[in-house]
């Protein structure tokens, strides 16, 4: 019987059915898509959806600064990622980057 409790438990896992849960807890990110990614500079050009916070109120295409040259390595160009990004030094910074599942 414990057996198949534990069979069960990580099927729900496996199928996400636990994880939706944990990702609503985070602050929610924004959807976006790589468009370029240039590594000299430490930029990234994105196309996104509205940014209330940084008053966008429509998605466009905009070049990033990142915060750290190692997120330019975990994405490509095509890549649909979910993003954050806030004003750093009076530069429109990515903070966070991942892509979407
Ligand atoms: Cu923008």
Do not use: C, W
């Amino acid at each position: 019987m414990r057996k198949i409790a534990l069979v069960a438990a990580s099927i729900l896992v496996l199928s996400g059915a636990v994880l939706p849960k944990v990702a609503v807890a985070q602050s929610p990110l924004i959807n976006g898509q790589v468009t370029k990614i240039d590594e000299s500079a430490g930029k990234i050009t994105l196309k996104h959806g509205p940014i209330k916070k940084l008053d966008m109120n429509e998605g466009m295409t905009m070049v990033f600064r990142v915060q750290d040259p190692a997120m330019l390595k975990q994405v490509k160009v095509g890549d649909k990622v979910r993003f954050d990004a806030d004003r750093v030094n009076g530069q429109i910074t990515v903070t966070k980057i991942e892509k979407a599942r």
